[in-house]
């Protein structure tokens, strides 16, 4: 039994240690991002929300393209289905079933512009690189931005209050 407590302890002691180098390199990465916006000024600030824009427009991108190639399979199956309800008999009570042949037409066309667009759009664009210290700088900035946004929206509401 001993021997195995011994055992426990020693492990318990390696995995605390692992936990504190953890936060330890959990906490300079966090200082490195505040000294990067604190020293880096306006020009640190620009360079992080410009890094943040251009891989928020990557994301659309890549979303965007996905959109088109799934609107283009939808629109083509409906148009399918459109055109193969349109040769069967009339119902009644099914309004709209003259228009059936142009509305699977008007889909066909707009499928075919979504797949060439998708065919133009083949490389997918490079987004910026992040380092952890950059990441944790980033969000500093936000957190600042998101504060005086708030803090002018606050401060022109308290404004127009105090005038009515």
């Not at 928020?56 to 629109?75: G, H, I, P």
């Not at 987004?127 to 957190?143: H, I, N, Q």
Request: aromatic share 4%; no cysteine; net charge negative.
């Amino acid at each position: 039994p001993g021997a195995m407590l011994g055992g426990l302890k020693e492990k318990a002691g390696e995995v605390a240690e692992a936990a504190t180098r953890a936060v330890q390199g959990r906490m300079d990465t966090a200082k490195g991002g505040k000294k990067l916006v604190d020293e880096g000024g306006p020009a640190a600030k620009a360079a992080l929300l410009a890094k943040s824009a251009a891989n928020d427009a990557v994301v659309s991108d890549k979303e965007a393209s996905k959109l088109m190639s799934l609107s283009a399979e939808r629109l083509e199956s409906a148009a399918k289905k459109l055109r193969e309800a349109a040769g069967m008999p009339d119902v009644e009570g099914i309004q709209g079933k003259e228009k059936f042949a142009s509305l699977a037409e008007s889909f066909e066309e707009r499928a075919t512009a979504y797949t060439k667009a998708v065919s133009l759009l083949t490389v997918e664009l490079d987004g910026p690189v992040f380092s952890d210290v950059e990441t944790d700088a980033l969000r500093l900035v936000l957190a600042q931005e998101g504060y005086e946004w708030a803090y002018e929206k606050g401060a022109s509401a308290a404004g127009a209050a105090a005038k009515s």
